[in-house]
């Protein structure tokens, strides 16, 4: 998996999710949802669990919740994780073939998951295929060519940026696209919810871009020069810092009666 992230994956991912931004957002996707008691939920990429337990209280003691990931390192602290909750089950798996049968599912849910797999449009269709009628699927997906950070020379930053887009996120625009994709793949968009992540501490921003890997990189790739990169690398760590990003949270029903 190609991320931004530069620590062990499930250690960042189970502390972005506990971080006030990864609370609020999270805590919206879930009333968004609107979990019905009794409901089947499935969480595509769930990695190391941060959103299951949120559904197995919204759907009730009747409900089920089911994680997939392709991680089985993820899988197993998701596991340990859920280990006393029966209605929750977790499994290693691929989100570009559900091992579930067709309209079997009320709700299917990604964070963050769509932006690396190899093909956006199967796992849409997927999670359409599993979905029953009138079923509802939330993506919350970012889009990386929102990331702006504050540094004296625009260009500078703006290569940054292109060399993540272009190189580091494999589907980094995929935010802005998810509602098309739902419309094209069988269910039908009927929201698109941005929520935009601020960082004024260059230690926390830093845990999710890896300035000094990715600026690295990106003066390999030639899209920095390496007095730029020096430059960049000692603003960010010295001057005030500002950075943002937006994902997009897209709401879809499956037609249907
Ligand atoms: C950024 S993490 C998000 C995890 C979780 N949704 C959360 O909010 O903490 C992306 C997850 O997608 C999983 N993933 C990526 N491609 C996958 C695939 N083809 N099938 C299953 N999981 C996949 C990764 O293993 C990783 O756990």
Redesign the pocket.
């Known amino acids: 998996?190609t991320?931004l992230e530069s620590e062990r994956?499930a250690d960042y991912?189970t502390r972005?999710?506990a971080s006030e931004l990864g609370q609020a957002y999270k805590a919206l996707v879930v009333d968004e949802m609107q979990i019905d008691d009794g409901a089947t939920v499935l969480?595509?990429?769930?990695?190391?669990g941060?959103?299951l337990q949120a559904f197995a209280d919204a759907s009730g003691p009747q409900g089920r919740v089911i994680g997939?990931?392709?991680?089985s390192e993820?899988i197993e602290v998701a596991r340990r994780r859920v280990a006393v909750d029966k209605q929750i089950e977790v499994a290693v798996?691929?989100?570009?073939r559900v091992p579930m049968p067709a309209h079997s599912v009320d709700r299917v849910h990604?964070?963050?998951?769509i932006q690396?797999?190899?093909h956006p449009e199967a796992v849409i269709a997927e999670a359409a295929r599993v979905l029953r009628p009138r079923g509802i699927a939330a993506f919350a997906e970012p889009d990386w060519d929102t990331l702006v950070i504050d540094f004296p020379r625009p260009e500078v930053h703006s290569s940054y940026r292109r060399f993540i887009v272009d190189h580091v996120v494999r589907n980094a625009r995929i935010g802005r696209r998810i509602a098309n994709l739902c419309d094209e793949q069988g269910l039908s968009a009927i929201r698109v919810i941005p929520v935009t992540a601020i960082y004024r501490d260059a230690a926390s921003a830093d845990r999710v871009f890896g300035f000094a890997r990715v600026t690295r990189r990106a003066v390999e790739a030639g899209y920095l020069s390496a007095a730029d990169a020096d430059e960049w690398l000692g603003h960010l760590s010295t001057q005030r810092f500002f950075a943002s990003v937006s994902l997009f949270v897209t709401l879809a029903q499956k037609p249907g009666s």
């Open positions: 998996m991320t994956p991912l972005l999710a969480d595509l990429g769930c990695g190391p941060a959103d997939i990931d392709s991680d993820a798996g691929d989100v570009h990604t964070d963050r998951v690396h797999v190899d």
